[in-house]
């Protein structure tokens, strides 16, 4: 899914590699092979290995499914692939303990939080707690030094069925990693953007789109016929554009057809079919088809609607 005109993916992989990251490990599931194939195509020379989670069992279970990938590492750094942050992550790479992105939020009963000593390090780690002790979120960013201990902390959370919000969650097995001693750093991270969430989704695009190297240039923009753009927009290559009206903040993928429509505050994705339609703050997913519609949506990948 595009944000400001660049996938949710290239943001998390590009900043790990400019990082100093060389070796990856992507845990797949449902349409992963959407996403292995893009990878595979658009970093041809990325030391990549896929592994899939067959059945949606939490973070944690997550990390359990790539044991393999990783038990020989000394240690490994975690992002999740649905968050786009801004951080120095040699702050986090460079420390000689086990990190924590963390950054203050308003309302922490969505995220899990960290309740930290008074030298920044996790004395608590809690997944979406009913009432937080802290306002401080885990952003999905850590550095783990001890792979035995996380891959043993996670066994036994599966072993034992110790589940929250009925997952095996990455946060639980940190916990018990924190109660066996492993030291954790809370790093602060300076921007960071849960795109899990569609209303995150579309501010987070709305606000890159207003900074520089993101909107498309008005200069470079091709003519669309009869069509009216309202910037900041970013569209993608080998669009069919007629009859419209787009923007403010919208990103639009590549190969994306529009016609008799008006869309502004939204995503569309590559492939994607809008005929006389009114979308606002709306998400199409790759390849959807939306006819004769005037609402808000949130559809995914491959999905065609006709109001008509």
Known sequence: MPVAGKPIICFIIDKLVESGLSDFVFVIGYLGEKVRDFIETR????????????????????????????????????????????????????????????????????????????????????????????????????????????????????????????????????????????????????????????????ETNAMLLSQRGYAVDALTLPVFDNTIIIHPVAIGDNCRIVNSIIGPNVTIGNGVSISDSIIRDSIIGNQASLEDVVLRHSVVGIGSSVRGLNLALNIGDDTEIDFR
């Open 43 to 202: 970093y041809p020379r990325l030391n990549a290995e896929f592994v899939y989670q067959e059945s949606r069992e939490g973070s944690g279970h997550a990390v359990w499914t790539a044991r393999e990938a990783i038990e020989d590492e000394e240690e490994i750094f975690i992002a999740f692939g649905d968050t786009i942050f801004d951080a120095d992550l040699s702050q986090m790479l460079d420390c000689p303990y086990s990190c924590l992105g963390v950054k203050k939020v308003d309302n922490p009963r969505e995220f899990g939080v960290a309740e930290l000593n008074a030298e920044d390090f996790a004395v608590r780690v809690v997944e979406k707690p009913r009432i937080p002790k802290t306002n401080m979120a885990i952003v999905g960013l850590y550095k783990v030094k001890n792979v035995p201990l996380l891959l043993r902390s996670v066994e036994r959370l599966m072993q034992e069925n110790i589940r929250t919000f009925g997952e095996i969650q990455l946060t639980d097995a940190l916990q018990l990693m924190i109660e066996e001693g492993e030291r954790f750093k809370a790093v602060p991270v300076q921007n960071w953007f849960d795109c899990g969430r569609k209303e995150v989704l579309l």
